[in-house]
T-cell receptor, first 109, second 115 residues
């Protein structure tokens, strides 16, 4: 079966750095997405990785290792508004988008 | 601003009473999706349309139907809602349908409660 694993919940401090990991086992790979979802709201796109390496976009960076089936989302200079769930999603060889259940990030002052 | 709009934001229905959720988009995207998301779970794809071509996911219950009368609008009909259908329903669009690398644009969702 296809599976995406993320920690259920993480806690971090305002101003700090946090890394949210995602591992995947899918039938093929055509890209990996990270979405942010605030409570009771729709997901919004954060990043897309298809090649190995680090993609940096402001305070957020996303890393991919295809050989390890692994990605992480790195959030720097955390702000209270970063409290949200972060969903990892992978496109498989059939171009099906497989979603993880999300990691709930709690930011404390 | 171009966007995806879902109405209503909150919907309450009675057990067994048909309900329709609506979605409209001003992005002129070819593809529209309906997802069901329960609390702390991954979004589950119910249907998607590539233009007017309808694609039903294999495990979507028959209780769920969808209509896309034109590019801009899409509807989700739940014929006989059960308690297990209480969830957030998310409408999303993408430009061309190449889900390998296209990001999805989501509406704000409709939170459905079934009493």
């Amino acid at each position: 079966g296809q599976n995406i694993d993320q920690p259920t919940e993480m806690t971090a401090t305002e101003g700090a750095i946090v890394q949210i990991n995602c591992t995947y086992q899918t039938s093929g790979f055509n890209g990996l997405f990270w979405y942010q979802q605030h409570a009771g709201e729709a997901p919004t796109f954060l990043s897309y990785n298809v090649l190995d390496g680090l993609e940096e976009k402001g305070r957020f960076s996303s890393f991919l290792s295809r050989s390890k089936g692994y990605s992480y989302l790195l959030l720097k200079e955390l702000q209270m508004k970063d409290s949200a769930s972060y969903l990892c999603a992978v496109t498989d060889s059939n171009y099906q988008l497989i979603w993880g259940a999300g990691t709930k990030l709690i930011i404390k002052p | 601003d171009a966007m995806v709009i879902q109405n209503p934001r909150y919907q309450v229905t009675q057990f067994g009473k048909p309900v329709t959720l609506s979605c409209s988009q001003t992005l002129n995207h070819n593809v529209m999706y309906w997802y069901q998301q329960k609390s702390s779970q991954a979004p589950k794809l119910l249907f998607h349309y590539y233009d007017k071509d309808f694609n039903n996911e294999a495990d979507t219950p028959d209780n769920f139907q969808s209509r896309r009368p034109n590019t801009s609008f899409c509807f989700l009909d739940i014929r006989s809602p059960g308690l297990g259908d209480a969830a957030m329903y998310l409408c999303a669009t993408s430009k061309e349908g190449d889900r390998a690398h296209e990001k999805l644009f989501f509406g704000s969702g409709t939170q459905l409660s079934v009493l």
